[in-house]
């Protein structure tokens, strides 16, 4: 009988060399992706100075709202059929050319009802702030140009090119970074001509991404292999839909009910939120994809809360440290940007309850669950309407607004963890 004793024993640097040789491919590819979301971050934060401290408050306001929008709008291209290019991307690559020309056929069919739904957003939220035409431009660039380079990066994430897709985002930041550095030198610093810099800057972006970055695989129409998966995409598109609702809906409800100055600098709060979520969202959108390979990985409870708790480690730890910068230099990121630092700390905790939010959709969607994953943002994005409205309502000062946004989001947590942790109970549904 081996004693244990006989068994020899490994040195802490050869398990750790072990470990890590073991993994190299996975920690090439998240490091790859990770550089991208780094250089992302670089160029967001250049693009978001230039253009918060150009633009007045109110305007930026307006424009950051209308961007939310049109993000939200942007989902229903296609009708959603992106999330089958990226299946297909995932899982059977051969398929793209195939694929993409249904997109394409899908994106034409799809206008009239993104056109219909732009139509009322502005109705509802913008008739009275924001003229017509430069809600329009916004929308075109945000739905027709930028959703589309965002389809070149899910495809080549999904092909595992991590590194194209980690150069074309560098590269997109860089470019949109690029604009607002020459606005600053424009003679007038107008919301309008912003929005025409806005539609130049994705153009650009456009013809890069697809003419050096996209797979090249010849385009056949194959109208019979998309029907049997359009029902799942009009889930996939109505649960995007709804989750960029919960997502970007308060900022057209601070402009509706407290004007676009407050909308201003409530947007350039929630920006600096955002620009703390872009690695996370690196490590979101790799843990899908091993997830749709291996459904089994979080059948172990430690795994569940391991997870979890790393999201709010770093989520929280990056907003404090932006906000022990702004505390000590409130005008590090510009005069406009100062009026609203002493409010970023407040937010403490909103980055990882959002970005958890944003997990427990993902991993809906990496089991296939995707009308559970609908019925989940739905329920989120009637929660916080009903929340966020009250709190406008009844809390008068920005201070205490923002504060209360951690309760807010705290809740929308619990009722998110709630549904999607019930859903990881039942089988995953094969796409």
Known sequence: MTQANDIPRMSLRKRIGSFLSARRTVLRDYFSAV?????????SLIYFVALANTLTIADFGL???????GVMLSRTLAFGFISALYRTATIRPRLIGRYTAGFLMLALLSLPLLAAASALTWFLFFK????????????FAEALLWRPIEVAMIVNNGLGRFGKAALLAILTSAIKAAAAALFILWPTHTIEAWA????????VSLA???GMFYPRQRLRLTPDLYWRRLSDSVYVAGAEVLFY??????????????????AGIYAIVMRLVDLTAIPIRTFSMMLVQRIMRAPQMLARL??????EAGILIVSTSALLFLAVVLYFYPNFLGRNVSEAAPLVGLALFVPALRNLVEYHAELLFARGQTLIRAGNLALLAGLKAALLSMLLLRVTDTETLVWSLNGMFALLYLASAAVTYAALRRPVRAI
């Open 35 to 43: 550089s991208g979301s780094a250089g992302r971050l670089v160029f």
């Open 63 to 69: 424009f950051a709202t209308a961007s939310a929008a």
């Open 128 to 139: 009275s702030t924001l003229s017509a035409g430069i809600f329009a431009t916004v929308i």
């Open 196 to 203: 025409g810099f806005y539609v130049a800057c994705n153009l």
């Open 208 to 210: 890069l991404a697809f």
């Open 245 to 262: 609702l919960q997502m970007e809906f308060d900022k057209l409800l601070v402009l509706a009910m407290g004007g676009p100055h407050l």
């Open 302 to 307: 430690k795994v569940k809360i391991g997870i």
